[in-house]
């Protein structure tokens, strides 16, 4: 599948709900839901414990995600990069949230996801 053939709505109808879920696994720390569709190099980064520690550490000085808007779609022939302007619950300002969507025997996955 080359991303690069997809419209920017088609990539968001599929990165939406899988971001959606990332952000409610999150706020939960469950971390089987959270790296569910990830790919195996970054659930192999992702370990229980270290999903812990960052979801931790921002929901003690940002709060939890609340509204996310998307900003862009980046397509490349193997991958599309998202971002969205993201906010907390406690902490002021306009953030960013990214993912890196990947195509893998038949399952979109993701490559990378972060906020900052």
Same mark, same amino acid.
């Given at each position: 599948?080359?991303?690069?053939?997809?419209?920017?709505?088609?990539?968001?109808?599929?990165?939406?709900?899988?971001?959606?879920?990332?952000?409610?696994?999150?706020?939960?720390?469950?971390?089987?839901?959270?790296? +569910?569709? /990830? =790919?195996?190099?970054?659930?192999?980064? *992702?370990?229980?414990?270290? @999903?812990?520690?960052?979801?931790?550490? !921002?929901?003690?000085?940002?709060?939890?995600?609340?509204?996310?808007?998307?900003?862009?779609?980046?397509?490349?022939?193997?991958?599309?990069?998202?971002?969205?302007? +993201?906010? /907390? =619950?406690?902490?002021?300002?306009?953030? *960013?949230?990214?993912?890196? @969507?990947?195509?893998?025997?038949?399952? !979109?996955?993701?490559?990378?996801?972060?906020?900052?």
């Amino acid at each position: 599948m080359n991303f690069e053939n997809m419209t920017e709505k088609d990539i968001l109808d599929i990165a939406n709900p899988i971001m959606d879920n990332l952000m409610d696994a999150s706020t939960h720390i469950d971390h089987a839901r959270h790296v +569910q569709d /990830f =790919t195996e190099r970054l659930r192999n980064i *992702v370990t229980p414990d270290y @999903l812990e520690y960052v979801c931790r550490q !921002y929901q003690s000085e940002k709060g939890c995600f609340s509204n996310r808007t998307p900003i862009a779609v980046f397509k490349r022939p193997d991958s599309a990069a998202i971002i969205w302007k +993201q906010s /907390f =619950t406690k902490a002021h300002g306009e953030f *960013v949230a990214e993912m890196v @969507l990947v195509r893998t025997n038949g399952r !979109y996955l993701v490559d990378h996801a972060m906020v900052f």
